[in-house]
């Protein structure tokens, strides 16, 4: 179903790219800006800050800082500089799916503010836009990718197991993707080899596996929260939807110990809380349709998302999809104050998450969970730089930096629904103006 949406996704935006093509990259000056730094809960004000050469070169009060003649000078009084964000758990079309329709979605991340992306869903071709991006032939994030994911289907046996832990890692690929389906012995032997050949893993939490033993064999990142319902139940039975099924029989007081466990394994948490909201809340299909960001999407294919939709929440009653959604937001509230990293993912493209726009979606729920607005916009740009451990080149505004940046029209630390203004964005030093943004957005299939 995941791979469907992507390549629906995909080839309805796969137009003619001639307005998202790589341009010079000039210096440029953002002159009279309020800078967010996101190393630390601090406003700067009145600030000029000037690119050159994919990096930030100056950075202090306006009246102190000299533009250069020759750069593109950006009036930015009012506006607000901040990193760019990540989207820890991205998909990008594969297969067969056009060049232009990767590119499209590349471009959506950028349009949003997404300087970094980690695809969880991995494919060869992943690996030649990895290095076009870095690069900069192409308008991209920074590309982070696991290879083609491990589930009962791909890896049946431990043989097979080790044979793709061995050939991912011979490939390339950043991480390898584990999702559901995978048996305990094949798990073991996937986890011996990836740990021998230093290749993490991330994602799902098989049943068969169970949280306890995810954490023994310290996952990178558990996405979805997934294994934690689970954990918490006190009647063993098959879990269905991340654990809606167990809503009525948890045990919240095992969770400090999953907290404390969590953060010794050194596990970070990918949420894609908004996920399972749109999937689950009460929210009308048929308004959510309406969103501003489905016009990036088929006509057919939002017909299946509101479809899917209206299945999903007849699984369960209103009353234990509302009990489930807010048990979730406990879980993250409690990891997060356990000390637990969390990293921002939303997952997509995937059902009502459309690639870059969802992102400022997750942010809103995690917000709604009880996170400060610094303290989620934390979760996209230093703590992503921390996971990576780039934290020396990326993740604040600070001289010296990489030039991934957006510029919004209003403060996030105040509402964090202002994370979503963007006047424009620069990614590898290059500079993106709203009006280049919508333009290149504007195009058709």
Do not use: C
């Amino acid at each position: 179903m995941k791979r469907l949406a992507i390549l629906a996704l995909a080839t309805a935006a796969a137009a003619s790219l001639s307005a998202l093509q790589p341009q010079s990259s000039p210096v440029t000056a953002f002159v009279n800006v309020t800078v967010l730094p996101m190393d630390r809960d601090a406003v700067l004000r009145d600030q000029t800050v000037v690119v050159r050469n994919g990096a930030i070169a100056e950075i202090g009060p306006a009246a102190k800082v000299t533009v250069p003649q020759s750069a593109e000078r950006v009036d930015a009084r009012g506006k607000f500089l901040m990193p760019a964000l990540a989207e820890m758990h991205a998909h990008i079309p594969g297969g067969k799916a056009p060049d232009s329709a990767v590119e499209r979605t590349l471009y959506l991340y950028v349009a949003n503010g997404i300087g970094t992306i980690r695809g969880m869903l991995g494919d060869p071709r992943h690996l030649v836009y990895r290095e076009r991006a870095a690069k900069g032939e192409v308008i991209s994030p920074r590309i982070y990718t696991s290879g083609p994911s491990f589930n009962g289907n791909s890896a049946p046996t431990k043989e097979t197991a080790v044979e793709m832990v061995e050939k991912q890692k011979a490939a390339g690929y950043d991480l390898l993707k584990i999702h559901p389906g995978v048996k305990r012995d094949v798990f073991d032997a996937l986890d011996a080899k990836a740990d021998e050949l230093g290749i993490p893993f991330a994602g799902h939490v098989p049943l068969d596996v169970g949280l306890h033993r995810a954490l023994e064999a310290k996952y990178r990142s558990i996405d979805h929260l997934d294994g934690y319902v689970e954990a918490l139940s006190t009647t063993p039975m098959d879990s269905k939807m991340f654990g809606l099924n167990l809503v009525a029989q948890v045990d919240e007081s095992k969770l400090p110990a999953l907290v404390a466990a969590t953060r010794k394994a050194g596990t970070w948490m990918v949420p894609t809380q908004s996920l399972l909201e749109h999937w689950l809340n009460e929210d009308d299909p048929n308004a959510m349709a309406k969103w501003p960001e489905m016009k990036h999407v088929p006509a057919e294919q939002l017909q299946k998302w509101i479809e899917q939709k209206t299945s999903m929440t007849s699984q369960a009653s209103a009353e234990d999809r509302r009990k489930f959604l807010e048990l979730r937001r406990r879980i993250l509230k409690a990891l997060f104050d356990g000390g637990v990293p969390i990293a921002l993912g939303s997952d997509a493209p995937q059902t009502w998450n459309v690639p870059g726009f969802s992102a400022h979606r997750e942010l809103k729920v995690m917000v709604t969970a009880g996170l400060t607005p610094f303290q989620a916009l934390q979760s996209g740009t230093i703590n992503v730089a921390r996971y990576f451990g780039t934290d020396s080149s990326t993740g604040t505004v600070a001289k010296g930096k990489r030039a991934d940046l957006v510029l919004l029209d209003a403060n996030p630390l105040q509402d964090i629904g202002n994370s979503s203004r963007i006047a424009g964005v620069i990614v590898n030093g290059r500079w993106l103006s709203r009006a280049t943004i919508d333009a290149a957005l504007a195009t058709t299939p």
